[in-house]
């Protein structure tokens, strides 16, 4: 059994969406157990919410799921390396998320093509 008598569990969620999700893997210490939990989250706003909550610390995993630029049918799930903290080199000065996949390839969320500015890395955290 996959949960214990009296627990209620999802076991299949239809998704009507075709834009981009972040997919992170966090930890919860509960007495001497470590249990992984995970969400599918839409915005960037999000994220950074959960990323808050949970702490830097806590999150062990993300990964990045999106349609193909060639068929919005076909989804691809990059695994994120590193999250960087950036600002739009355009007139407005937007605050963004860059993302580096494994491959060391930069990208946005929701495909953001104008230039930035990467300020500083926010996951890992790298020790001082």
Same mark, same amino acid.
């Given at each position: 059994?996959?949960?214990?008598?009296?627990?209620?569990?999802?076991?299949?969620?239809?998704?009507?969406?075709?834009?981009?999700?972040?997919?992170?893997?966090?930890?919860?210490?509960?007495?001497?157990?470590?249990?992984?939990?995970?969400?599918? #989250?839409?915005? /960037?706003?999000?994220?950074?919410? $959960? %990323?808050?909550?949970? +702490?830097?610390? &806590?999150?062990?995993?993300? *990964?990045?799921?999106?349609?193909?630029?060639?068929?919005?049918?076909?989804?691809?799930?990059?695994?994120?390396?590193?999250?960087?903290?950036?600002?739009?080199?355009?007139?407005?000065?937007?605050?963004? #998320?860059?993302? /580096?996949?494994?491959?060391?390839? $930069? %990208?946005?969320?929701? +495909?953001?093509? &104008?230039?930035?500015?990467? *300020?500083?890395?926010?996951?890992?955290?790298?020790?001082?």
């Amino acid at each position: 059994m996959l949960a214990g008598p009296g627990v209620k569990c999802w076991r299949a969620v239809q998704l009507n969406l075709t834009i981009p999700a972040f997919f992170p893997t966090w930890v919860v210490r509960e007495d001497d157990l470590e249990i992984s939990e995970r969400a599918l #989250l839409i915005y /960037e706003s999000d994220f950074l919410d $959960l %990323f808050e909550s949970v +702490g830097p610390q &806590s999150l062990r995993h993300v *990964q990045y799921l999106e349609p193909t630029e060639s068929d919005p049918d076909r989804w691809q799930i990059r695994d994120v390396r590193k999250i960087w903290s950036a600002i739009s080199a355009d007139a407005d000065q937007t605050n963004h #998320l860059v993302l /580096e996949d494994e491959s060391g390839a $930069l %990208f946005t969320h929701f +495909g953001v093509r &104008s230039p930035f500015n990467l *300020q500083h890395q926010i996951w890992p955290l790298i020790p001082t």
